[in-house]
């Protein structure tokens, strides 16, 4: 390990690799899709991805991600710079996981992601004081009082495309897909799907509204192959079809 601390970008090449050192990645803006030891995650804002020593994991970002990334150093320096946080250090560092972090530890790496962390001096209490936050007492990583539906949304938008399932949006919110369908029909009272299928109609009326694009290209960019579907699931939604939508231009 060259530094402690690193800001990194992630492109759509995917990388896959292991390492004989514990690593911490830290989302600062896009959103990164991560897979350690068979486990499926997405590092955005306020996430961080935690990968033991050895575990194989592979990474990309489809339109681009930013990370700060904290390569762990070996062990003797975890005990002399984490003094009683040490235990709780390794036992974090044991398996991979998706962690949400407090608004104080997210302004704390967004405030070393801007700092001059080739500093051996900033690299090294920076590292401490992270890892340090990550085990206190009163910063367990409990589950957020409410989803992240800003990253939801983006995320949706973003692959509007493509198929998406519960579990993609539940691994975006650190939750299992039965705790992550049940939190979210309480807060949004629709269900995941139903929520997907209405974010992509509006998407759809944006379109309709704001561009010369053909209906059918529309239809596509949003997730329908058969235009006669999305017409009709347009025409549920607003009572308008496609065309009489395009009409309503401002």
């Given at each position: 390990m060259s530094s402690l601390l690193s800001v990194r970008h992630y492109s759509h090449e995917l990388i896959s690799h292991s390492h004989h050192h514990a690593q911490l990645v830290f989302g600062l803006n896009g959103l990164l899709d991560f897979e350690i030891a068979g486990r499926g995650s997405l590092v955005t804002?306020?996430?961080?991805?935690?990968i033991p020593s050895d575990a194989q994991h592979a990474c990309g970002s489809q339109?681009?991600?930013?990370?700060?990334?904290?390569?762990?150093?070996?062990?003797?320096?975890?005990q002399r710079q984490l003094g009683r946080h040490h235990d709780?250090?390794?036992?974090?560092?044991?398996?991979?996981?998706?962690?949400?972090?407090?608004?104080?530890?997210?302004?704390?790496?967004?405030w070393l992601a801007a700092s001059p962390i080739n500093d051996p001096v900033i690299a090294q209490q920076g590292a401490a004081l992270l890892l340090a936050s990550l085990t206190h007492p009163h910063s367990a990583q409990q589950e957020p009082s409410h989803l992240p539906l800003a990253a939801l949304d983006a995320h949706i938008d973003q692959h509007a495309a493509h198929p998406l399932q519960v579990r993609d949006l539940a691994r975006l919110a650190g939750l299992s897909a039965a705790r992550f369908h049940v939190r979210f029909l309480n807060e949004t009272g629709l269900t995941p799907m139903d929520y997907v299928r209405s974010r992509r109609l509006q998407l759809a009326r944006q379109l309709l509204q704001g561009s010369?694009?053909?209906?059918?290209?529309?239809?596509?960019?949003v997730g329908y192959s058969s235009q006669?579907?999305?017409?009709?699931?347009?025409?549920?939604?607003?009572?308008?079809?496609?065309?009489?939508?395009?009409?309503r231009r401002e």
């Open positions: 804002r306020q996430t961080l991805a935690v339109n681009g991600s930013r990370c700060l990334v904290l390569d762990v150093p070996d062990d003797q320096w975890l709780a250090t390794q036992r974090l560092l044991e398996k991979p996981a998706a962690v949400s972090l407090t608004p104080t530890q997210s302004q704390l790496v967004s010369n694009l053909a209906i059918g290209e529309i239809a596509a960019r006669s579907a999305f017409s009709a699931a347009l025409t549920r939604q607003f009572g308008l079809t496609p065309r009489a939508l395009r009409l």
